[in-house]
């Protein structure tokens, strides 16, 4: 075997292995992290409409909202699926993650819950009042609060509001902050509690039945599809959003949660 031909075998068999590694590659499931509850039975109804365009996926559950990100940004997720934009972006600017919106999900109107009064007016003077810990959850509970005249923000506080720029409230509410995923079990402890949809449902509460306040139907709180930067345009990605944006994704939302959870593509 001569020289020229010894190189053309050399190149043909490291095409070959390139390629054979590259079908490897594009048969490994793409990880993607959701909480538990109504994200995670999306993403198994988009999981089947995926596979019938190529894509593998496997879902990994968390029982909080800080987990996925952390797990995301080490590379043990492709993606995740359980956040709005206004918590991505404060995480991209606490945590310094390199992280990209890839496509809308859906959007579950937030709630106010109690299993001592029947409305927010039979709150008494001192009332104990729970709202999620994290910056963009807990300001949209207090915009509830302020919409329905409980209390009264400071000029400009916005989307990230805290209970610190509360500059008006007139039954002198004790405003609790705990993580998003204990707020239903603190339920027993406190006189009310703003909680997240996807919490509410896991504990088996109704939003349409249970809930004794909503936020309103237009919320900047969209939920998202979140990436690392490097691997936005990668075919994967395009394909994963087609899924979730199909018909079928949107009828299961809507026949499944009946209102509870709102299809934001």
């Known amino acids: ?56 996926i496997q879902i990994v559950e968390f029982s909080d909202y800080v987990q996925p990100n952390a797990a995301l940004a080490a590379g043990d997720l492709d993606a995740n699926s359980y956040q709005h934009k206004p918590y991505l972006d404060q995480q991209v600017q606490d945590r310094g ?25 039979d709150l008494k003077e001192g009332a104990r009042f729970g709202i999620p810990n994290d910056p963009t959850n807990g300001g949209r509970v207090l915009l509830v609060l302020q919409d329905q005249g409980l209390i009264k923000l400071k000029p400009g506080a916005g989307l990230k509001a805290t209970p610190l720029d509360v500059v008006e409230n007139p039954k002198k509410l004790k405003i609790v902050e705990l993580d998003a995923a204990q707020l239903p079990r603190s339920l027993d402890d406190l006189d009310a509690a703003g909680i997240n949809t996807n919490y509410a449902l896991s504990a088996g509460l109704t939003p349409g039945k249970d809930a004794i306040a909503k936020e309103g139907a237009k919320s900047p709180y969209v939920n998202i599809i979140a990436v690392r930067e490097q691997d936005k345009d990668k075919p994967w990605v395009a394909k994963l959003v087609k899924a979730y944006h199909s018909e079928e994704v949107r009828k299961f939302v809507q026949d499944e949660f009946k209102g509870a959870v709102i299809p934001g593509f």
């Open 1 to 56: 075997m001569n020289k020229r031909t010894l190189l053309k075998t050399t190149l043909a068999l490291a095409i070959a292995a390139t390629a054979s590694s590259g079908l490897l590659a594009q048969d490994k499931p793409i990880k993607i992290g959701a909480t538990g509850g109504p994200h995670a039975q999306i993403l198994e109804q988009v999981k089947k409409v995926a596979e019938r365009d190529g894509l593998k």
């Open 97 to 121: 993650y390199k992280f990209v919106s890839a496509g809308y999900t859906v959007n579950f109107p937030i709630g106010i819950y109690s299993k001592k009064v029947k409305s927010l007016k």
